[in-house]
């Protein structure tokens, strides 16, 4: 199935769903941020996409359908923090079409990185991709699926990513394939460890003490070691998931981080 | 016979009198605390607060052979940061938001609950916790989440008065342990995220009714005003959270204060913002300042300066000094003359770059780091406002540490807009993607502390500001210390184990997986001979004595 522009996300819920951004109340221009405004671009691109198919019925393309709400101005009746959209967004607004949504946080933060940048973003620039294209990437050339399971199907050498899509923003999904061990979180490294009686271990980390260890060994043991029983231990820095960089085209890329997002999990 | 049982009776009484006001708290009961080791009767301890126990029952030979004696479970999944106080048998302590639980300090049994419900509009920035409780006569006295002070009888946990010091719906809320001096309860509010003015004030123990109010951001008619620009004095932070000192000699009573506001944006409040980041000298009788020293001019890192001043009597120089002691979140530990507020020494005791070091006044050598470059420490700080030890024994000053912990800040231009927050920026962490590791632990799950940071005992030698010896923990170390007649140290951290190591050597003696992050301080005290040793941990309170 392709997937048309500006349709990735399900558009089933676009016709009863109005982003209605018409708080009571004076109106007050996008500011005072209490946490960094800093938006990467993928991020803006998946809340440009989830913008177009959840909002664009009440708020129009450009976000300025409601009066007094103009997003690609900057101008909002109460919002003033990022925080003050993201609740708004997933609490609603009381007497008002703006019902809440039970966006996951990559979305919100998606939605927000695009409702913050409308006014400098080119949607023509959009890079959309196809998230079932995408599943055939990571069942086939990109090899994912040789580590990663989808939600308990497939090997346990890496984390099971079967909700990586509500865990995960779309900026930190992109860093990753460019750049898996500078973008991995450092719990998933692998340890080495050989035990006084000379056993080699080598696993997956789950969770680290000043004391222990507790890891999914290559076996896919669970493994909790004692340090002090240890004759050697260490992080591994590296990893052996490769980089996407020049393996695949931006295409391909945007493909496979559209099916990631799209992992939600089991409901 | 009748003269015979009149004199019965009044020897009778007589035997009486002296355990009916035992049981009251006096004001020289808590100056003498070190008379009566069984019991805990400050927030620290003791007006010096050195988290230090006569006791020496448990020592290094027998540690191993503590056990668990009891638990208390709170009825709330917040933060547990009490420090309990023992009062000849009875503990009292507290549980979020703002409930007292008097119970037996040998079984762990409830006498009482004394339940205060927080006004809604409370918005304590970092989580709606409380600290511990101040006793003074049969009165136990308690700072409130939504800014009330609140005394309750120590008997029976019913209330005899309560007075609002500020406006919850603004951002002042309390969190802190009162510290009574004579017959006066001194606290101070919490809000530097909310753009408050903070202060601290003195109560009547008797009537609630405020004997005086210090403000810690000096309005136009005030000294330190010179240090602000025009209006910002008025949003300017030095809150006070966490519970001062008392030199009963020199008459003075020591308090921290913290950030200035906006918290990361410095180019909204040119100058020294006096007085945050700085400990004040004040007369308790009266509320006037006798000295200041400023640790974190013009901060731009959050360095609350909120830690409990340790108060040393030691040589210095080869001269008997009135010392004071302070690892401080910057990343330097001081020495301070607290007659005079005289710097003496400091060094760091982590990695810091925002300053080269402190000159012969103690001022930082400021050295800001590029925009997009980490700051270290980072901003929780190389240590926060766990408590410190210091041992009269070894003579060494401990703290619990944040290592190789640093935060990329950035300062924003923000409006200030009454009780919302007033931060002025942001601060992530230098590893992309991943969460600034925050206070408290979310889940059982160490994330990312390995390449975020980790965590340390560190045992310091006042006289040099050398590093005598330093335990290191994976995770970071969020609780507080306690030393003990025996050379033990008592401490746990973000991981949950709670430890008791070789005050004079580092080495690890006794652990115990306790479950649950430690971010509360450990003490202990007696009854019936035997020593115990409590520390709260996740949602439950922990108390360890030998085996039988």
């Given at each position: 199935?392709?997937?048309?522009?500006?349709?990735?996300?399900?558009?089933?819920?676009?016709?009863?769903?109005?982003?209605?951004?018409?708080?009571?109340?004076?109106?007050?221009?996008?500011?005072?941020?209490?946490?960094?405004?800093?938006?990467?671009?993928?991020?803006?691109?998946?809340?440009?996409?989830?913008?177009?198919?959840?909002?664009?019925?009440?708020?129009?393309?450009?976000?300025?359908?409601?009066?007094?709400?103009?997003?690609?101005?900057?101008?909002?009746?109460?919002?003033?923090?990022?925080?003050?959209?993201?609740?708004?967004?997933?609490?609603?607004?009381?007497?008002?079409?703006?019902?809440?949504?039970?966006?996951?946080?990559?979305?919100?933060?998606?939605?927000?990185?695009?409702?913050?940048?409308?006014?400098?973003?080119?949607?023509?620039?959009?890079?959309?991709?196809?998230?079932?294209?995408?599943?055939?990437?990571?069942?086939?050339?990109?090899?994912?699926?040789?580590?990663?399971?989808?939600?308990?199907?497939?090997?346990?050498?890496?984390?099971?990513?079967?909700?990586?899509?509500?865990?995960?923003?779309?900026?930190?999904?992109?860093?990753?394939?460019?750049?898996?061990?500078?973008?991995?979180?450092?719990?998933?490294?692998?340890?080495?460890?050989?035990?006084?009686?000379?056993?080699?271990?080598?696993?997956?980390?789950?969770?680290?003490?000043?004391?222990?260890?507790?890891?999914?060994?290559?076996?896919?043991?669970?493994?909790?070691?004692?340090?002090?029983?240890?004759?050697?231990?260490?992080?591994?820095?590296?990893?052996?998931?490769?980089?996407?960089?020049?393996?695949?085209?931006?295409?391909?890329?945007?493909?496979?981080?559209?099916?990631?997002?799209?992992?939600?999990?089991?409901? | 016979?009748?003269?015979?049982?009149?004199?019965?009776?009044?020897?009778?009484?007589?035997?009486?009198?002296?355990?009916?006001?035992?049981?009251?708290?006096?004001?020289?009961?808590?100056?003498?605390?070190?008379?009566?080791?069984?019991?805990?009767?400050?927030?620290?301890?003791?007006?010096?607060?050195?988290?230090?126990?006569?006791?020496?029952?448990?020592?290094?030979?027998?540690?191993?052979?503590?056990?668990?004696?009891?638990?208390?479970?709170?009825?709330?999944?917040?933060?547990?940061?009490?420090?309990?106080?023992?009062?000849?048998?009875?503990?009292?302590?507290?549980?979020?938001?703002?409930?007292?639980?008097?119970?037996?300090?040998?079984?762990?049994?409830?006498?009482?609950?004394?339940?205060?419900?927080?006004?809604?509009?409370?918005?304590?920035?970092?989580?709606?916790?409380?600290?511990?409780?101040?006793?003074?006569?049969?009165?136990?006295?308690?700072?409130?989440?939504?800014?009330?002070?609140?005394?309750?009888?120590?008997?029976?946990?019913?209330?005899?008065?309560?007075?609002?010091?500020?406006?919850?719906?603004?951002?002042?809320?309390?969190?802190?342990?009162?510290?009574?001096?004579?017959?006066?309860?001194i606290?101070g509010?919490?809000?530097?995220?909310?753009?408050?003015?903070g202060f601290i004030s003195a109560?009547?123990?008797?009537?609630?009714?405020?004997?005086w109010r210090f403000d810690t951001?000096p309005?136009?008619?005030q000294?330190?005003?010179?240090?602000?620009?025009?209006?910002?004095?008025?949003?300017?932070?030095?809150?006070v959270?966490?519970?001062?000192?008392?030199?009963?000699?020199?008459?003075?009573?020591?308090w921290?204060?913290?950030?200035?506001?906006?918290?990361?944006?410095?180019?909204?409040?040119?100058?020294?913002?006096?007085y945050?980041?700085?400990?004040l000298?004040l007369n308790?009788?009266t509320g006037k300042m006798?000295?200041?020293?400023?640790?974190?001019?013009?901060?731009?890192?959050?360095?609350?300066?909120?830690?409990?001043?340790?108060?040393?009597?030691?040589?210095?120089?080869?001269?008997?000094?009135?010392?004071?002691?302070?690892?401080?979140?910057?990343?330097?530990?001081?020495?301070?003359?607290?007659?005079?507020?005289?710097?003496?020494?400091?060094?760091?005791?982590?990695?810091?770059?925002?300053?080269?070091?402190?000159?012969?006044?103690?001022?930082?050598?400021?050295?800001?780091?590029?925009?997009?470059?980490?700051?270290?420490?980072?901003?929780?700080?190389?240590?926060?406002?766990?408590?410190?030890?210091?041992?009269?024994?070894?003579?060494?000053?401990?703290?619990?540490?944040?290592?190789?912990?640093?935060?990329?800040?950035?300062?924003?231009?923000?409006?200030?807009?009454?009780?919302?927050?007033?931060?002025?920026?942001?601060?992530?962490?230098?590893?992309?993607?991943?969460?600034?590791?925050?206070?408290?632990?979310?889940?059982?799950?160490?994330?990312?502390?390995?390449?975020?940071?980790?965590?340390?005992?560190?045992?310091?030698?006042?006289?040099?500001?050398?590093?005598?010896?330093?335990?290191?923990?994976?995770?970071?170390?969020?609780?507080?210390?306690?030393?003990?007649?025996?050379?033990?140290?008592?401490?746990?951290?973000?991981?949950?184990?709670?430890?008791?190591?070789?005050?004079?050597?580092?080495?690890?003696?006794?652990?115990?997986?306790?479950?649950?992050?430690?971010?509360?301080?450990?003490?202990?005290?007696?009854?019936?001979?035997?020593?115990?040793?409590?520390?709260?941990?996740?949602?439950?309170?922990?108390?360890?004595?030998?085996?039988?």
């Amino acid at each position: 199935m392709k997937l048309c522009r500006l349709s990735l996300i399900v558009l089933s819920q676009c016709a009863i769903l109005c982003a209605v951004f018409a708080f009571c109340g004076s109106e007050v221009q996008a500011q005072g941020q209490d946490r960094a405004p800093v938006y990467f671009p993928a991020d803006i691109q998946y809340g440009a996409q989830i913008f177009a198919s959840q909002c664009t019925a009440c708020h129009g393309e450009n976000g300025d359908l409601i009066p007094g709400v103009n997003f690609r101005a900057g101008q909002f009746k109460r919002v003033i923090s990022d925080n003050d959209l993201r609740l708004t967004i997933t609490t609603g607004v009381p007497g008002t079409a703006m019902q809440p949504f039970t966006f996951g946080a990559s979305e919100l933060t998606g939605i927000v990185a695009y409702l913050r940048n409308m006014s400098t973003f080119d949607t023509r620039n959009l890079m959309l991709g196809n998230k079932t294209r995408g599943q055939t990437l990571f069942e086939g050339v990109g090899k994912c699926a040789t580590c990663h399971a989808v939600n308990g199907k497939g090997p346990r050498v890496a984390p099971d990513l079967g909700d990586i899509g509500t865990i995960r923003t779309a900026d930190l999904l992109h860093r990753t394939l460019l750049d898996p061990a500078g973008a991995m979180l450092p719990v998933s490294r692998y340890v080495h460890a050989v035990t006084r009686d000379g056993k080699t271990i080598n696993g997956r980390r789950l969770n680290e003490d000043t004391y222990t260890v507790q890891l999914i060994d290559e076996q896919e043991h669970m493994l909790s070691l004692t340090k002090a029983d240890l004759r050697d231990y260490s992080v591994v820095k590296t990893t052996s998931m490769p980089s996407y960089k020049d393996k695949f085209s931006a295409q391909e890329l945007a493909d496979l981080e559209a099916y990631l997002l799209s992992l939600k999990g089991v409901k | 016979m009748r003269d015979f049982r009149r004199t019965f009776f009044f020897l009778a009484l007589s035997l009486l009198i002296p355990f009916s006001l035992r049981a009251q708290v006096t004001s020289q009961r808590i100056l003498h605390a070190a008379d009566e080791p069984q019991n805990w009767l400050t927030y620290s301890g003791s007006y010096a607060s050195q988290r230090y126990s006569p006791l020496n029952q448990v020592d290094a030979a027998n540690v191993k052979n503590l056990e668990l004696k009891w638990v208390f479970q709170a009825q709330s999944l917040q933060k547990f940061e009490t420090t309990p106080l023992v009062v000849d048998g009875i503990m009292y302590l507290t549980q979020s938001p703002n409930d007292i639980i008097a119970v037996d300090a040998k079984t762990g049994r409830a006498f009482w609950v004394y339940h205060y419900a927080p006004s809604p509009q409370a918005r304590p920035c970092c989580g709606i916790v409380n600290r511990g409780v101040a006793i003074l006569g049969d009165t136990l006295f308690m700072a409130t989440v939504d800014a009330h002070l609140v005394a309750v009888d120590a008997k029976t946990g019913h209330a005899i008065w309560n007075v609002k010091l500020a406006e919850p719906a603004a951002g002042y809320a309390m969190t802190m342990a009162p510290l009574v001096v004579k017959d006066k309860v001194i606290v101070g509010v919490a809000g530097g995220e909310f753009g408050v003015r903070g202060f601290i004030s003195a109560f009547d123990s008797e009537t609630g009714k405020q004997a005086w109010r210090f403000d810690t951001i000096p309005s136009p008619d005030q000294a330190g005003h010179e240090s602000w620009r025009e209006g910002d004095w008025q949003h300017g932070g030095g809150a006070v959270w966490m519970t001062g000192s008392y030199d009963p000699d020199l008459n003075l009573v020591y308090w921290g204060t913290g950030n200035p506001g906006p918290d990361w944006n410095p180019a909204q409040r040119p100058g020294d913002n006096l007085y945050s980041d700085c400990v004040l000298a004040l007369n308790p009788d009266t509320g006037k300042m006798k000295w200041y020293f400023q640790f974190t001019p013009h901060d731009p890192y959050d360095y609350d300066s909120v830690q409990v001043p340790v108060l040393v009597n030691a040589n210095w120089k080869g001269t008997p000094s009135k010392l004071m002691m302070w690892g401080n979140r910057n990343g330097f530990f001081y020495v301070l003359d607290r007659a005079t507020g005289k710097f003496l020494d400091g060094h760091p005791f982590v990695k810091v770059n925002w300053a080269s070091g402190l000159d012969a006044n103690g001022r930082p050598i400021t050295t800001p780091q590029p925009a997009g470059e980490p700051t270290f420490p980072g901003i929780q700080g190389g240590t926060n406002w766990y408590s410190p030890s210091y041992s009269p024994r070894t003579g060494l000053f401990y703290l619990p540490a944040w290592e190789n912990y640093s935060t990329i800040f950035t300062g924003i231009d923000t409006d200030f807009h009454e009780g919302q927050r007033f931060t002025g920026g942001a601060n992530t962490a230098p590893i992309p993607g991943a969460e600034n590791p925050v206070g408290a632990r979310q889940g059982p799950v160490n994330v990312y502390t390995e390449a975020l940071g980790s965590g340390a005992v560190i045992a310091i030698d006042p006289a040099t500001g050398e590093k005598k010896w330093k335990f290191d923990m994976h995770d970071v170390n969020t609780g507080g210390i306690l030393t003990t007649a025996s050379d033990l140290l008592f401490n746990g951290g973000r991981e949950g184990y709670f430890q008791a190591l070789d005050a004079r050597t580092g080495a690890l003696l006794w652990k115990q997986n306790l479950g649950g992050e430690i971010i509360a301080g450990p003490m202990s005290y007696r009854v019936d001979g035997k020593q115990y040793i409590t520390i709260a941990a996740g949602n439950n309170l922990f108390t360890f004595a030998l085996r039988e």
